[in-house]
């Protein structure tokens, strides 16, 4: 009696004791096997144009979904039943992404920008009702600088789901005034003479050419429209600079910038 229970014992030891070796094999060549496949996918993202805080984060997501195969395996070659330890963590997994659900929008908003790359760090946007520099991308809100000096969080998940302005990923923009000038002026000469302010700065570009037009004529001007091109760096500049010289410019060549006005006629009854 005693001999055939020396006999289960050791066949129980033996076939236990063969399961944990393999277990422990399977641990070992498994994680060292993840932390290959991890540094070969970082070295394929590092060869494209992936931002680095994109290449971090889906990096670590592949390290952790392998590692997870690699020990739910290695806990299966001991024996242990894994139906009913791979439903419990599905039901976590659905009841943690209900809990998280607009995180989860942000997350995946912060992945399609970091992929598609509709906007960059240093560019200039406007969007869910602000504009700024974007100074940071990151996985669930891009950080704004405003021109003064106001930081600006935005959700990833409506900024990648909604209209969105950039106004860097040109390098040109047009730059448009309305010049409004007096009832009987000389429109010839006001042409001559904005011509002539737009020739004087370097920084506008002769192609596209200026543009300029009578716009409408409205209640106290004759509006005129002034389109022109310059680099997007230049836009606020020349756009200050022009409103300046035509009110500077203006008045000495006869030219009248006239203030809105209007005409009251008082009739006295007898």
């Not at 024996?79 to 943690?96: D, P, Q």
């Not at 389109?227 to 760096?233: I, K, S, T, Y």
């Not at 209007?262 to 007898?270: F, M, P, Q, S």
């Amino acid at each position: 009696m005693e001999a055939i229970q020396d006999m289960d014992l050791i066949e129980i030891v033996t076939t236990y004791g063969m399961n944990l070796v393999w277990a422990i094999l399977t641990l070992v060549i498994g994680l060292w096997a993840v932390k290959i496949v991890v540094r070969g996918f970082r070295k394929g993202l590092d060869k494209g144009e992936t931002e680095e805080t994109l290449k971090t984060f889906l990096a670590s997501i592949i390290s952790i979904f392998l590692k997870v195969m690699v020990y739910i395996t290695a806990l299966g070659m001991l024996g242990v039943e894994m139906t009913s330890f791979i439903a419990i963590l599905g039901a976590a997994g659905l009841a943690v992404g209900l809990a998280l659900s607009g995180a989860l929008q942000n997350f995946a908003g912060g992945v399609m920008i970091l992929l598609f790359k509709p906007f960059k760090a240093g560019h200039y946007i406007e969007a869910q009702g602000h504009s700024g520099t974007v100074r940071e991308i990151q996985i669930f809100s891009t950080i704004l600088k405003t021109p003064d000096n106001k930081t600006i969080l935005i959700p990833n998940g409506k900024l990648a789901n909604d209209s969105m302005i950039n106004y860097s990923v040109e390098e040109k923009r047009r730059v448009e005034w309305t010049v409004g000038i007096g009832y009987g002026d000389d429109i010839d000469k006001a042409y001559d003479v904005i011509e002539r302010l737009l020739s004087e700065d370097d920084r506008i570009l002769n192609d596209p050419e200026p543009f300029m037009a009578l716009r409408e004529l409205a209640d106290s001007s004759v509006n005129i429209v002034v389109r022109a091109w310059v680099n997007a760096g230049d836009f606020w500049p020349v756009n200050f600079r022009l409103n300046e010289q035509v009110y500077r410019t203006f008045e000495d060549e006869g030219l009248n910038i006239p203030y809105p006005q209007h005409d009251v006629h008082l009739h006295k009854e007898e």
